[in-house]
């Protein structure tokens, strides 16, 4: 078998948001082990955010103010080489470092997918999925723009904070998003170029079916035989 890594990228504020929601209604990362290289965090390098059993019912400014909140940045940390800094350890390298190798490695990675979307654009994913895979859904993707983030109502500087708390993501998503138009448009390049092949070869076609009709009409015309010939000489 050959397998393939794919994923789906979404508007880090959009992401953050739902994530925000989802803990708010009781949602934990209990079962997540969090491992790299071949080990999860000790309690020092990743300390929780809350305690007793969940995180149900904190705000938003409580969800930004954790300084240990895997929310920030997560799109970057799931799809970087954590083992590049350190895994869970802050203090293997500078905090500048470690994000700088964080993100080249996220958008290396990324790059190296055989396909990935983008949740703002159902539509394109749909098709770069089934242009990649030669595959079909049974029914269009739906854009869905209501969603639980988007019903959040938040000021500026609120916005401000959550695109600085995923700096990371942002820088991730508009290369992303660059990436996914780029390999946007080569499929349809690459569609319209077979589609004129497609259209030159049935053309090709009809007019080799129109010249083969044609002589066939003309073999059905009815020469005189040998015999009225020879008639006809012996007549003259």
């Known amino acids: 078998r050959k397998f393939y890594y794919i994923t789906l990228l979404r508007d880090p504020v959009s992401r953050y948001l739902s994530e925000w929601r989802h803990v708010q209604r009781g949602a934990t990362w209990k079962t997540s082990l ?7 965090p000790t309690p020092e390098e990743l300390p929780s955010c809350y305690e007793g059993t969940d995180w ?10 954790c300084p240990y909140n895997l929310a920030n940045n997560r799109q970057v940390r799931m799809l970087a080489d954590l083992s590049l800094v350190g895994c869970y350890n802050m203090s293997f390298i500078t905090e500048k470092k470690r994000a700088q190798l964080l993100l080249e490695s996220a958008k290396k990675n990324l790059k190296d997918m055989a396909f990935f979307g983008l949740t703002e654009f159902q539509r394109k994913t749909q098709y770069l999925f089934e242009r990649t895979f030669n595959l079909k859904f049974i029914r ?3 854009q869905y ?4 983030a988007g019903g959040v109502d938040l000021d500026n500087g609120t916005i401000q904070r959550i695109e600085e708390l995923n700096d990371l993501d942002m820088q991730l998503y508009d290369y992303a998003k660059d990436l996914f138009q780029q390999r946007y448009q080569f499929k349809r390049q ?11 070869e049935e053309r ?3 007019r080799s079916n129109e010249a083969f009709a044609k002589d066939e009409a003309e073999d059905q015309v009815r020469w005189p035989t040998e015999d009225y010939m020879s008639h006809i000489i012996e007549k003259w």
């Open 145 to 148: 723009n209501n969603t639980r």
């Open 34 to 40: 969090h491992m790299c290289d071949g080990r999860t």
């Open 204 to 206: 090709l076609l009809q």
């Open 56 to 65: 149900s019912g904190c705000t938003l400014q409580e969800f930004m103010d």
């Open 190 to 200: 690459v569609e319209r170029m077979e589609q004129r092949k497609k259209n030159r």
């Open 140 to 142: 269009p993707f739906m």
